[in-house]
């Protein structure tokens, strides 16, 4: 096992180079600079702004010189206000990782709970009722579900606050944010849960009599569990740093909508630094999510 974990960490680390590698250079390509305004700048500004920043360099010993910053602990200073790369993340994830843990507990509880429950009551009016709620959830994109929840309960009911850090009020961004997740998860379950339902030890366990909670819970639960884990690592990593639109649309202050800004003002390091910590946050979720496949499932060798 330790051998598995070695080498995974291996791949980790040559999947976030290649990460870091295409966006760098992507970045590069596109026509155009950070310092471009909408008033030119003279040409000796530009000139002493890319000296300043090290962009004046070739593209591939910019890319050198980064990484190697990258390796201590340095992700440089934002191009368009000075500060340290380390900082704005520090004060904008700690809000982002709230808003969607907190969705994805809601999205992998009552998924997986939907899910069960329409899988064993198939065909009858509850699993018709949640799936047509999960294929309406599905269809519709969180954008737009986010826009009818702030108009519908914060601006004609009045029921919920706009957030704002003094409110700290994140009912309807979870729920905007959770609502995909947990359509997807609860499909999901209830096709693992049938899957488990028709095996062999299920009609084993019944002709032992046991009873059918435990049945359900010991046995059939346990082992479609693996399918939503597989979904729920890289998923917890996209949904703590994915949520922009929702963050833009709630004006919630997290990672999400820093990346957006540092987009429209081509923040080169700000983009950089973003890109990798979610290239971090997904392999590090998917390498958890393996290790987690053997508690559920002891029969599983890794090679």
Known sequence: ????????????????????????????????????????????TVAALNARYGMDK????????????????????SLKNGREISSIIGESFPISARLGISAMIVALI??????????????????????????????VPSFVLATL??????????????????????????????????????????????????QDYIRTARAKGVSRTKMIFKHALRNSLIPVITYAGPQVAYIITGSMVIETIFTVGGLGSKFVSAINNRDYTLIMATTIFLAILMVVANVICDLLYKLVDPRIKYD
């Open 149 to 198: 929840l702030l108009l519908v309960f914060c601006i004609k009911l009045g029921w919920v606050p706009v957030w704002s850090p003094k409110s700290n009020n994140y009912l309807l961004p979870v729920i905007a944010l959770s609502a995909y997740p947990m359509a997807y998860i609860t499909r999901l379950s209830k096709t693992s849960m049938l899957d488990a339902l028709s």
């Open 110 to 139: 009552l998924g997986t709970i939907f899910g069960s429950i329409a899988a064993l009551m198939r065909n009858k009016l509850p699993d018709r009722i949640i799936v047509f709620f999960t294929t309406l959830l599905t269809a």
């Open 58 to 77: 070739p593209v591939g010993e910019q890319f050198i010189l980064y990484m190697k910053g990258i390796l201590h602990g340095d992700f440089g200073v």
């Open 1 to 44: 096992m330790i051998k598995y974990i070695l080498k995974r960490i291996l791949l980790a680390v040559l999947t976030v180079f290649i990460i870091c590698a295409i966006t760098f250079f992507s970045m590069h390509a596109v026509p155009g600079g950070p310092f471009n305004r909408e008033k030119a700048m003279s040409e000796a």
